[in-house]
């Protein structure tokens, strides 16, 4: 079943509202995209205040201060000695609050002074409405530009990540770039870290593979997707190496045996399309992949025969099984999954 695909209207209207400088009086921010969550905050800040004045104008309301009479006190203040206020509030989610602070919630979103931008910022908790509340949910419906800040396509996210070796005075090829959204599951935020610990590591104008993999962290997926590619290129000590380097990282056994399984589902679609003569674009039609794992995915199954997709499901499910219901040693189940894989794939 593909992945349901994140709604880019309401980013799409706050980029036009910022840039054309006429933003709304309510937003809704959220998602997992947190750099770009941070970077547009930061770009409301900027259009709506002013350094001498962000003092006395700017309101930002949380779990430890956040009431409704000061909740609403911040929305109708006054702005001194400017033409705007910004009020943001962190991670509280109004559709929980008893049913008299929700009514009086609604009064307050439904009129916003024109002066007043406020900002409902979602990081620690989830957005989600509760729209059977339609007293509640009727000034979102109405008055809230709701905002996704979702993964960025791969494609989109190649030139940033240049650009950011670039200010560092480094260069990177498009597909190391791509090497490294997937090694690090493709959020800004976790690229911009990674991106300044290998501009720090490299003593080179040009980046090369090794110093990514010096001191990148990968994650879960990436690993796993280099497992079930060593095994597919016949190298099962290399395939049993990366496992081990999960266990060093914690990682929780039955979320190896997940990824494990997700990954050689994917490979088992992809032998399917492979053999009835279709191309990536389905695959990425079919799963929600991008075109990068999407075509990374293709050239894995090539090396699998159809046998080997179907008892990789049978062994996978079997090792499941133990972990939940035996005595037996997870870490040991999951190097024996290993072992029985790279026996079906006709490892030696």
Known sequence: MAKQKFDSSGFERLKASIRQKNVDNLYVFHGEERFLMQHYLGSLRKLLLDDLTETFNFHRLNNENFNIQTFADAVESLPMMAEHTLVQVDDIDFFKLPEGDREKISHILSDIPEYCTVVLNYVTVAWKPDKRLKKLWEPFEKYATIVEFGKQEPKDLVPWISRHFAEEGKRITNELCYYLIDLTGGTMTALAGEIRKICAYSG????????IDAVTEPV???VVFDMTN????????????KLQQLFKLQEEPLAILGAVGAQLRRISVARTLLDNGKQTSELMRLTGMKEYPARKAMESARRFRPEFCRKAAELVLETDNKIKTSFDDSERLLELLILQLAQEAGCG
């Open 230 to 241: 060593l095994l597919g290129e016949g190298k099962y000590a290399a395939s049993l190496e």
């Open 220 to 222: 879960l997926d990436a």
């Open 204 to 211: 080179a104008e040009h980046i090369v593979k090794s110093d």
